[in-house]
Nanobody
Framework: QVQLVESGGGLVQPGGSLTLSCAAS????????MAWYRQAPGKQRELVAA???????EYARSVKARFTISRDNAKNTVYLQMNRLKSADTAVYYC???????????????WGQGTQVTVSS
């Protein structure tokens, strides 16, 4: 199974920016679609952004135009650039391999530890 290590979270003020990174093991990284999810306290995990193996991206409505997902296949890493952060973005953020197609993704069952993002003044 793919091992996933998320990093880059922290405490940021509203309106600030953070960039999350996710390092994935395995030689098939470039073939996999990848996604970022988040889970806020008391809420279900939700899809934030996804990127296909070909680099096509899509976003949850709540983050569109503020977040950007990207990937570096040479480094087996996927990124999430988050701008204009809001308190509602506070959550633990996870990356994962996803299967399916644009608009209908299913994550692998194995998750990494995630990285905490807290947006607060």
């Amino acid at each position: 199974q793919v091992q996933l290590v998320e990093s880059g979270g922290g405490l940021v003020q509203p309106g600030g920016s953070l960039t999350l990174s996710c390092a994935a093991s395995g030689s098939d990284f470039s073939l996999n679609a990848m996604a970022w999810y988040r889970q806020a306290p008391g809420k279900q995990r939700e899809l934030v952004a996804a990127i296909t193996s070909g680099g096509v991206d899509e976003y949850a409505r709540s983050v569109k135009a503020r977040f950007t997902i990207s990937r570096d296949n040479a480094k087996n890493t996927v990124y999430l650039q988050m701008n204009r952060l809001k308190s509602a973005d506070t959550a633990v953020y996870y990356c994962n391999v996803v299967h399916g197609f644009l608009g209908s993704w299913s994550p692998d069952t194995h998750w990494g530890q995630g990285t905490q993002v807290t947006v607060s003044s």
